[in-house]
């Protein structure tokens, strides 16, 4: 079983087109994240949820909007897609809020590409 | 805000020794470090708190600073499935692990 698992893994999309991630832990972690890394590999958090509540909101466009129907899945949902948005995605989890001894378990992964 | 790894790619040999620097500009709690092959995610290796202490993983160690607010990553006798790229992730007793800016690992044979 897969820990933590993003879908789509790659996704190729128009501008200004609606997309979504979804992401679901099956760990039992209380906090999920949302991270980008982008073309130069830098890792930059966007969100954070502990428990279906939003804790962490980064500086991120209002054109991102993360959802947390139970603590076990996060999803990303983005507007009016911008070339700028192309990067990789990646959900994870940890077993508290914040960082945690265990440290955090990251999903495989959402290429997205804006054409 | 992002901590600054140095140096910013190595190129080892099998069998040869490496270190890997992470420092910020704020006072840390604790220290991560993550590794990540090519097209995969990262992945966690250990945590470092504040007390100074040391930690291994297999040949894979690490040292903690917090007065300078540095951490170092040393990897021994490295092996072909050292690399990938190392991310440190700093945390200043908030919500948040902040990523370090990365440093490529390639070990050929």
């Known amino acids: 079983d897969t820990a933590v698992s993003q879908t789509p893994k790659y996704l190729v999309t128009q501008m200004g087109n609606d997309k979504s991630i979804k992401c679901e832990q099956n760990?039992?972690?209380?906090?999920m994240y949302w991270y980008k890394q982008d073309s130069k590999k830098f890792l930059k958090i966007m969100f954070s949820?502990?428990?279906?509540?939003?804790?962490i909101n980064e500086t991120v466009p209002n054109r991102f909007s993360p959802k947390s129907p139970d603590k076990a899945h996060l999803n990303l949902h983005i507007n009016s897609l911008e070339l700028g948005d192309s990067a990789v995605y990646f959900c994870?989890?940890?077993?508290?809020?914040?960082?945690?001894?265990?440290?955090?378990?990251f999903g495989s992964g959402t290429r997205l590409t804006v054409v | 805000q992002q901590p600054v790894q140095s140096p910013q790619a190595v190129i080892l040999r099998e069998g040869e020794d490496a270190v890997i620097n992470c420092s910020s500009s704020?006072?840390?709690?604790?220290v991560h470090w993550y590794r990540q092959k090519h097209g995969e995610a990262p992945v966690f290796l250990m945590i470092l708190l504040k007390g100074g202490e040391q930690k291994g993983h297999e040949k894979i160690s690490a040292s903690f600073n917090e007065k300078k607010q540095q951490s170092s990553l040393y990897l021994t006798a490295s092996q072909l499935s050292y690399s990938g790229t190392y991310f440190c992730g700093t945390d200043r007793n908030t919500d948040k692990l902040i990523f370090g800016t990365g440093t490529r690992l390639q070990v050929f044979p």
């Open positions: 949820y502990n428990n279906k509540e939003l804790i």
């Open positions: 760990l039992g972690h209380d906090t």
């Open positions: 994870a989890s940890s077993q508290e809020t914040g960082p945690s001894v265990y440290g955090y378990t």
């Open positions: 704020k006072a840390l709690y604790s």
